[in-house]
C-alpha cells in the first residue's frame, strides 16, 4: 500500500481537494457550503460555470451564500446581503462604482477594489463537486472571517 502523503505532510493534506456533493445535486440548487479542512466556503454554479469562494464576506464577515448574483460591467457578482458589497465570481475583485468630480457629465464607472476574496478551485470528477483550497501566498481580506478568532463554522455540507 503507498503511503498516504497528506497524513504524513499536514500542509499537503491542507490543499488536498474535497469532495463536498454531488453535481446533479448543485445543478438544481445552485449553490452549496461545505467546510473544506476547516474552512467554510460557498460554492455557486452559475451559467454553467462553478465558483468557490470563502463564505463571509471580506467587509464584515456577511453570509455570501445568501446573496443575490448580480450582473455588474458584465461581470458576474455576488452581492452580499448586508451591505450590498458586490464581489466578482471568477476573481473575488470587489468592485464600485466612481465618477470623475472634474467631469461633472462623466457616467459613474466600475471599478476594481483589487481581489478582496479568497476564490478556491473547483473540480468535478465522475458527478462529484471537489473543492481545492486555494494556495495563493498573498493575504486576502476574507482570511480575516476565515482563520482564527472570527472564523465561524456554520454548516458542515
Ligand atoms: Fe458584506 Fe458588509 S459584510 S457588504
Redesign the pocket.
Known amino acids: 500500500m503507498e503511503p498516504d502523503d497528506s497524513i504524513q505532510n499536514p500542509e499537503e493534506k491542507e490543499y488536498s481537494s474535497v469532495c463536498v456533493g454531488r453535481e446533479a445535486d448543485i445543478k438544481k440548487s445552485e449553490r452549496m457550503t461545505a467546510v473544506v479542512h476547516d474552512r467554510e466556503v460557498v460554492i455557486f454554479y452559475h451559467k454553467g460555470q462553478y465558483h468557490a469562494m470563502d463564505i463571509?464576506?471580506?467587509?464584515?464577515?456577511?453570509p455570501?451564500h445568501l446573496?443575490e448574483i448580480e450582473d455588474f460591467d458584465g461581470r458576474p457578482c455576488i452581492?452580499?446581503?448586508?451591505?450590498?458589497?458586490k464581489?466578482t465570481l471568477t476573481t473575488g475583485e470587489g468592485l464600485y462604482q466612481a465618477i470623475n468630480p472634474k467631469d461633472p457629465s462623466a457616467k459613474p464607472k466600475w471599478c476594481s477594489k483589487g481581489i478582496k476574496q479568497r476564490i478556491h478551485t473547483v473540480t468535478v470528477e465522475n458527478g462529484n463537486i471537489y473543492v481545492t483550497l486555494s494556495k495563493e501566498p498573498f493575504k486576502c481580506d476574507s482570511d480575516y472571517y476565515a482563520t482564527g478568532q472570527y472564523k465561524v463554522i456554520r454548516s458542515s455540507s
Open positions: 463571509r464576506c471580506y467587509h464584515s464577515g456577511g455570501l446573496g452581492v452580499c446581503p448586508w451591505h450590498k458589497y464581489i
